[in-house]
């Protein structure tokens, strides 16, 4: 789609308005012409048993908060509100959340959360990659008949301003722009890496590169790849068209549309840390807990005095579905039975009787009983912990009951018997490591 003057106006109308102190969203008619659609239908394997019954965007995080809210509020927030959600792998309990949580947004108004699963439309195939769950959607796309496609991760925590990263993609005059976070060049291994020119155009792209280039005049650092595209939306429906025609092709945008498109069309890298939404002297915070470690450290680190994200932002507030529970409970105040919990998260719902928890971080429902203690653990959403069970840097499923008097984390090689214990000694349970019955997931 060519960059019309109007176009143009849009993205300086937008870059004026947030200018302004008073106005610090970057709303504009780019925005509401704009779709986002969220990629949510990976297993996200490495997070082992956490997976086996649910996707990884349905995966909890923070306390009450699902992964796949931080995208979907970036969306709201940025005011692109016509939104679609591209699901796939055991999706029953993240759409069950979608529909729960994400049903204000009034169709009236063109504004709307719309769950996309793999329905065979165009062939009889799943979803085969992530240009092809585009391709499988395009006559969704184009009956909203949007200006840009946002494309989505959903399994990413960060705060993100997607009407900036519009405003920029259209002042550069650009078919496709990749959202980059600055990662230390040797960390950038595991990442797609954008090598650019000193005007941010991509002139190559190397997907988990053993050497990765540096950023011009930065060379201790990488540009690393978010999974945050914008496409000119006649230029992504072409793209997506090309790439399925492509018999080798595995239809991702990773390993196929961008290499195929960095040296044929405009392609440019925006960084992260011009269209974060952060505390002036906060550093951009983006993560990815896509393993047993990242997962147990991004949860932990916000029991911190100041953690590295604000979740107590009420300019860029997370939205999420909220069951109605009691305040979370505190009882027994006796020498060696107290019930108290220090440097630590506690939710709804909870029953801290006579234990100690230091910390840690409790979903909903968790019921903690007398003598036992959680140290530096994160235990989801109705975990039972027995009396006098002790439970250090551990990580439990929903539902899982630990019996009385056992001993988690305590000693790796004991705990491998029955558990999975990661490369950072975290220790992941699941009910059916203790033998009990997987109990629903939420």
Request: glycine content about 8%; charged content about 25%.
């Amino acid at each position: 789609m060519p960059v019309t003057p109007e176009n143009r106006e849009h993205a300086a109308a937008a870059i004026a308005m947030a200018e302004s102190a008073s106005n610090p969203r970057f709303v504009s008619q780019l925005t509401k012409n704009a779709f986002a659609l969220i990629l949510a239908g990976g297993r996200g394997s490495r997070l082992k048993q956490l997976t086996d019954w649910r996707a990884k965007p349905g995966l909890a995080f923070g306390g009450k908060f699902k992964i796949i809210d931080f995208a979907l509020s970036n969306c709201v927030n940025s005011g692109v509100r016509r939104i679609g959600v591209a699901t796939q792998y055991k999706s029953h309990s993240l759409i069950q959340h979608i529909q729960r949580g994400w049903s204000f947004l009034d169709g009236r108004f063109d504004e709307f959360v719309q769950l996309l699963p793999a329905q065979q439309r165009v062939e009889e195939a799943w979803y085969r990659g992530t240009a092809d769950a585009i391709f499988q959607n395009l006559d969704i796309l184009r009956e909203h008949a949007p200006e840009h496609v946002v494309v989505l991760a959903g399994d990413h925590i960060y705060k993100m301003d997607y009407g900036k990263l519009l405003a920029w993609h259209v002042s550069r005059q650009a078919d496709l722009t990749v959202a980059c976070v600055e990662v230390p060049r040797l960390e950038a291994r595991g990442f797609g890496v954008m090598h650019v020119d000193e005007n941010d155009r991509v002139t190559g792209f190397l997907e988990k590169p053993d050497d990765p280039p540096p950023i011009p005049g930065d060379p201790d650092h990488a540009l690393a790849s978010m999974g945050v595209y914008v496409f000119n939306a006649a230029f992504l429906y072409e793209q997506v068209i090309r790439d399925a025609d492509e018999p080798k092709s595995s239809h991702d945008f990773g390993n196929d549309i961008i290499p195929y498109v960095v040296p044929r069309y405009r392609v440019f890298a925006h960084r992260f840390a011009d269209s974060c939404v952060r505390e002036p002297g906060e550093a951009p915070y983006w993560r990815d807990v896509g393993t047993i470690d990242a997962f147990w450290e991004a949860n932990l680190e916000l029991t911190r005095v100041t953690p590295a994200l604000n979740m107590y932002d009420s300019h860029w507030p997370i939205w999420t579905y909220q069951e109605q529970l009691p305040p979370a409970k505190f009882v027994f105040d006796e020498v060696d039975r107290r019930g108290m919990a220090v440097d630590s998260l506690i939710s709804g719902g909870c029953i801290i009787s006579g234990s100690l928890v230091r910390g840690s971080l409790l979903y909903s429902g968790v019921h903690a009983h007398s003598y036992s203690s959680i140290e530096h653990s994160v235990l989801l959403s109705g975990v039972d912990v027995g009396r006098r069970a002790k439970l250090r840097r551990v990580i439990v499923d929903e539902g899982a009951r630990i019996p009385e008097g056992l001993v988690i984390g305590y000693d790796p090689e004991e705990d491998r018997r029955r558990f999975h214990v990661s490369e950072g000694g975290v220790t992941l349970v699941t009910a059916e490591m203790l033998g009990q019955q997987q109990r629903r997931v939420r």
